[in-house]
């Protein structure tokens, strides 16, 4: 690793640590959409056709408390994460070569579940083998092919993947680069 990467990543780090300081509150919601959401005390939003609001560090959904961690509501898994305690975010460049994401222990990311992700020259093949995926939000529940660029998200087992531009603010040297952000939930 360069000097300059190795700034680049310890600044990321930096940044990362200052805003698990602040009390965010992640909510997730998996059903035939996934929805990622960030609040702090105060915030309300609609979502899925959920009212969400935060109160005393707490989220209400259609006015009931959630638990923190696993919550059933109808056919839809809500999330409940306190950022700081237990989101683990690290950010990679693109992968050049083929990256993959298994229960094998070859896997470049190694999962318990038994999706299977290939991420090769800009392309995502995802297949789910039953296990919940979302690409860009939305469910797959066939085997698929598509193109990864900037924006675009990946939700398998407990990892948010999303390819992102980052600008200039983290590293002086590098006007604008492109990362792969990966969130551990």
């Known amino acids: 690793m360069s000097k300059e990467e190795k700034s680049f990543i310890e600044n990321i ?17 998996l059903g035939d959409r996934f929805s990622l959401l960030t609040f702090t005390e105060g915030d309300s939003t609609e979502e ?8 005393d560090n707490n989220v209400y959904i259609n ?5 923190i961690g696993k919550n059933i509501l109808g056919d839809k898994k809500v999330y409940v994460i306190q950022e700081a305690e237990n ?23 190694q999962i318990q579940s038994n999706s299977y992700v290939l991420f090769s020259n800009g392309k995502v093949n995802v297949f789910p083998n ?15 092919l598509s193109e990864f660029k900037r924006g675009d998200s990946l939700f398998i087992e407990n990892y948010y993947i999303v390819f992102l531009e980052i600008n200039g ?8 680069h492109n990362l792969i952000g990966i969130l551990y939930c």
Do not use: W
Request: glycine share 4%; hydrophobic share 35%; proline share 5%.
């Open 48 to 55: 899925q056709g959920f009212s969400l609001n935060i109160r």
């Open 87 to 109: 989101i683990i975010d690290s950010y990679m460049l693109p992968p050049t070569q083929d990256f993959v994401i298994s229960k094998e222990k070859e896997a470049d990311l």
């Open 130 to 144: 039953g296990e919940p995926c979302y690409l860009n939000g939305h469910v797959i529940s066939s085997d698929i």
């Open 13 to 29: 780090e930096k940044d990362s640590a200052s805003r698990k300081m602040s009390s965010k509150i992640n909510v997730l919601i």
């Open 169 to 176: 603010r983290f590293h002086p040297f590098l006007e604008s």
């Open 63 to 67: 006015e009931r408390k959630l638990n």
